[in-house]
């Protein structure tokens, strides 16, 4: 099946990113928010990122009109028109709420249709009871989307071998990398990165050495890009703690454990960028 038109649950971070990178791909795009509020921000969000694209030269003004003009910008998610042939699911990090989603989806959108998850780490085997498991598949995309290259494409215990094929195919036409990996929690992204991170916390709370010099060992010796405390902070403390659960719980192995500051910070609302303070202030 030709894909052509999609849908995206979800325009946070990495839901307008992902409709972002397939308008301009050309692509018809429905991205659908709660309310009008939510979905201007999203639109908005979009048009900035396009403008700094324009600004580096990679996009022309023409190519950035264009890809606005293939966003369509849908108020509930019942809304979607029905004839979609792949939906993404971008909305907040918990099991019940995607469940609940893909059980109104099912009922909703053509039996063709894929559907698609962006989670960081929850079962895409687990996702997929609610729905058509042998198309399902999980997408995830790396923040930020339009910038990375990667994306996981994770199958869950019964998805077909012809659903995997499209969604690699597709993932190609964004210029994206597809990986394949196989559906045990984190995937292969979190789950060897958030005990990075979730270790770094550790060395900060046990005084090891102050936040800086944790961040510095990281770029300076092993060449990383920010440390991962800043990483911490840019994907949201609250994300971590989310994603070291799931790993924790999935598992049932002590060195998945979050960080007791970990917790604490993010029961105290510290949760990096979005919140204005976590490991730095912002």
Known sequence: MEIKNIAVIGGGTMGNGIAHVFAMKGFDVFLSEMNEELANKALKTISSNLDRQVKK?????????????????VIGYENIPTDVNLVIEAIFESKEAKLLLFKILEKQLNPECIFASNTSSISITELSTVCRADRFIGMHFMNPVPVMKLVEIIRGYVTSDETYEAIKKLTLKLDKEPVEVFDYPGFISNRILMPMINEAIFAVMEGVASKESIDSVMKL??????????????????????????????????KYRPCPLLKKMVAANKLGRKSGEGFYKY
């Open 221 to 254: 010796g092993m060449a990383h890009p920010m440390g991962p405390l800043t990483l911490a902070d840019f994907i949201g403390l609250d994300v971590c703690l989310a994603i070291m659960n799931v790993l924790y719980e999935g598992f049932n192995d002590s």
């Open 57 to 73: 030269g990679l996009i022309s003004d023409g190519e950035k009109t264009e890809t606005l003009a293939k966003i369509h910008m």
